[in-house]
């Protein structure tokens, strides 16, 4: 009989895209990789777990190629962009970014990227794993609005933790301090455009780089920014899923998908899907009608006893897990991981709207085991996101009328 080998190789050939920090991240002995966006994703680099420390107490760097960016240009720009998103974009100025869903006819979620407006009509989607580029053609399509959409030869990277204010000084200036939450700034630096944006998939401080003309310039960004990072002790890791599930961000293709809705992961905030608004966004009308209607089911936090999950991206959560109530099966953890600092395991649950209540309990079926669950509250960690939207530039600061 055939064994099983628990983790078998990647293919590295010509087939699958390559980010343009591909070579670059290589160096560092990536050990696990995965496929976003139809390309190699470094995952981790030996221990996901030592990983989240060195995000929680210093800085990382996390090649982050794979997040494509969908552009729209043209004098139409502003209509056809405002058409895809649920947000109300005139509520976006020039200059800042959005988390933002992509929404499909029926309601269900295309994509949760970061919209960055980089003028009144030009915008850049950062999109999660799925195809935008070409859902974003085919909307425009026939549509009679006068568009470019394409895929520019731009490079993002992450730079995250409470030392990534530093490096961004040291590399870039003090000005980087002033950049706001969710906002973005273009700069120079030894030749190369860059924007800089203060995002991330942490809920830690952070920041993203983005690199233009990235097929020429985004090994050089590389290398400036370990130089940089060598005074603060800068590490290379891989996303981190520990402390994305902490802080209650959810991820694309596992936690929601064209089946999922935004009222269906708590995130159908009036804000976030604008149903008052004037534009006539893509399923508009759906997602109008599931608000009157109610969800049947509903995704949410839990935490899951027995033996430690690992931590989600170390191959440790093949596929989803089971959720049993009264001794039937109900819904699935989508997510989950072995939290380091709660000494629990957490994660996120698809459940029927009945057995969302928190307090509510449940159980899982684990790799190892069946065992008791109870749903809670999420984010576990910093709900009002306190940590990363800190003013920078006041940060540490003495505060006078207190001295």
Request: aromatic share 10%.
């Amino acid at each position: 009989m055939a064994q099983i080998v628990e983790h078998p190789e990647v293919l590295l050939y010509t087939r699958i895209r390559k980010s343009p920090y591909f070579y670059a991240s290589r160096r560092h002995g990536v050990r696990m990789y995965s496929f976003y966006n139809h390309m190699y994703h470094p995952r981790h680099y030996g221990d996901p777990v030592a990983e989240y420390w060195e995000l929680l107490n210093g800085v990382t760097l996390w090649d982050v190629g794979v997040e494509r960016q969908v552009e729209i240009t043209g004098p139409d720009a502003f209509t056809l962009a405002n058409m895809l998103v649920p947000r109300d974009l005139h509520k976006c100025a020039v200059g800042q970014c959005k988390y933002v869903f992509i929404t499909a006819p029926d309601g269900g979620i295309i994509n949760d990227p970061i919209l960055l407006r980089l003028d009144e009509n030009h915008f850049w989607i950062s999109v999660a794993d799925s195809d935008v580029l070409l859902w974003a053609m085919g909307v425009a399509h026939n549509s009679g609005l006068d568009v470019t959409i394409g895929e520019p030869d731009v490079g993002p990277m992450q730079i995250q933790g409470p030392k990534s204010k530093d490096v961004l000084v040291d590399l870039l200036g003090e000005s980087v301090l002033d950049i706001p939450y969710y906002y973005c700034h273009d700069y120079e630096l030894d030749g190369m455009d860059v924007m800089v944006s203060r995002t991330g998939y942490t809920s830690e401080i952070g920041f993203e780089i983005y690199c233009r003309d990235a097929s020429h310039n985004a090994i050089k960004l590389w290398d400036a920014v370990l130089e940089a990072g060598k005074p603060h002790d800068l590490a290379v890791i891989g996303p981190c899923h520990i402390r994305r599930i902490e802080g209650g961000i959810l991820a694309y293709g596992a936690d929601m998908w064209l089946d999922t809705n935004p009222y269906e992961v708590d995130l159908g905030y009036e804000w976030m899907v604008d149903l008052e608004q004037e534009a006539d966004f893509v399923g508009k009308e759906a997602l109008r009608r599931i608000k009157e209607q109610g969800i049947s089911r509903k995704l949410v936090g839990v935490e899951i006893g027995g033996v430690g999950l690992g931590s989600y991206n170390d191959g440790s959560m093949i596929d989803f897990f089971p959720v049993y109530a009264n001794g039937k099966s109900i819904g699935k953890v989508t997510s989950a991981c072995y939290s380091p600092r709660l000494e629990k395991n957490i994660g996120y649950a698809m459940v029927p709207i009945e057995y969302a209540e928190l307090g509510m309990e449940l159980e899982v079926e684990t790799p190892a085991e069946r065992t008791s669950a109870v749903v809670v509250r999420r984010p576990f960690i910093d709900p009002e996101k306190e940590i990363p939207r800190q003013d920078l530039a006041t940060a540490g600061v003495p505060d006078e009328s207190s001295t």
